[in-house]
C-alpha cells in the first residue's frame, strides 16, 4: 500500500499517513500513528486525566522515551483528516450536511479502531469532534482542541477566522475534517490494526 504521503513526518510519526477505509464504502479517511509528544502531553492529561489507566488490568505508566520496544504500553495519538466536499469555512444547509456526512464517517472509524484495541484488553478513546470531548471517557468534561493537534502532529497550518482557529490541509486547504483517536497501548499493535485496513483511493 502507498502512503501517498501530503506532507513531511514529524518527530512523533510511527506510521505515516495513508488514506484508508474500513468498509466497501468510498469514504475514506487519512490517518496515521504517533506517540503522543510531549507538547500534546498537557493537553492530553487535561482532557483525559488519567482514565487510560483505570481501564482494565492495564495500570503500567505510559513510555514516553524514544528507546521503548514495540511492546511497550504507550500514549498514542491517531489523526485523522477528511477531505470534504466543500469548504468547511462558508455556511449555509449543505456545508451543515456535509459535516453531518464526514462527523458520521469519522464516529464509524473511530468506534471500530476503540472497540478493537478495547477488546484486546487496551484503552482508547475517540473525540467528538462536534463538542471537542471524549466519547468513551464519561468522567472527563475537558475539549480537546483539534486543530492544535493537527499542528503539533502532522505540521498542519492553521489561521484565524475571527474567533476561530481553522485547520488548512497541504492538498485540501480548508475543506478537511479533523478528528483524533487515543490509545494506551502496544505501537506494535495499533500499528498492525492502521495497517490492516484496506487501502483508500489515490487522492
Same mark, same amino acid.
Given at each position: 500500500m502507498e502512503n501517498n504521503q501530503p506532507h513531511p513526518t514529524t518527530s512523533s510519526t510511527l506510521v505515516p499517513s495513508r488514506l484508508v477505509r474500513i468498509d466497501k464504502s468510498a469514504d475514506d479517511l487519512e490517518c496515521s500513528l504517533h506517540? +503522543?509528544?510531549?507538547? $500534546? #502531553? %498537557?493537553?492530553?492529561?487535561?482532557?483525559?486525566?488519567?482514565? /487510560?489507566?483505570?481501564?482494565?488490568?492495564?495500570?503500567?505508566? !505510559?513510555? #514516553?522515551?524514544?528507546? !521503548?520496544?514495540? *511492546?511497550? $504500553?504507550? &500514549?498514542? !495519538?491517531?489523526?485523522?483528516?477528511? %477531505?470534504?466536499?466543500?469548504? +468547511?469555512?462558508?455556511?449555509?444547509?449543505?456545508?451543515?450536511?456535509?459535516?453531518? %456526512?464526514? &462527523?458520521?464517517?469519522? #464516529?464509524?472509524?473511530?468506534? /471500530?479502531?476503540?472497540?478493537?484495541? %478495547?477488546?484486546?484488553?487496551?484503552?482508547?478513546?475517540?473525540?467528538?469532534?462536534?463538542?471537542?470531548?471524549?466519547? &468513551? *471517557? +464519561?468522567?472527563?468534561?475537558?475539549? /480537546? *482542541?483539534?486543530?492544535?493537534?493537527?499542528?503539533?502532529?502532522?505540521n498542519y497550518k492553521a489561521y484565524n477566522a475571527g474567533f476561530c482557529k481553522i485547520l488548512t490541509h497541504p492538498k485540501w486547504g480548508s475543506a478537511v475534517y479533523p478528528a483524533t483517536i487515543f490509545a494506551h497501548a502496544p505501537a506494535e499493535v495499533v500499528r498492525g490494526l492502521i495497517e490492516s485496513l484496506p487501502a483508500g483511493a489515490t487522492p
Open positions: 506517540v +503522543l509528544p510531549k507538547q $500534546l #502531553m %498537557r493537553e492530553f492529561s487535561h482532557v483525559f486525566n488519567d482514565e /487510560y489507566l483505570k481501564f482494565g488490568d492495564n495500570v503500567a505508566d !505510559a513510555v #514516553m522515551s524514544d528507546t !521503548a520496544t514495540d *511492546s511497550t $504500553l504507550r &500514549l498514542l !495519538a491517531i489523526p485523522t483528516n477528511q %477531505r470534504a466536499r466543500e469548504d +468547511l469555512v462558508q455556511i449555509g444547509d449543505h456545508i451543515e450536511q456535509e459535516k453531518d %456526512r464526514l &462527523l458520521n464517517v469519522f #464516529m464509524t472509524f473511530g468506534k /471500530y479502531i476503540c472497540e478493537q484495541l %478495547r477488546a484486546n484488553g487496551f484503552w482508547a478513546d475517540y473525540i467528538d469532534p462536534c463538542s471537542g470531548l471524549p466519547m &468513551l *471517557s +464519561l468522567n472527563c468534561n475537558k475539549v /480537546y *482542541s483539534e486543530v492544535d493537534g493537527m499542528e503539533c502532529l502532522l
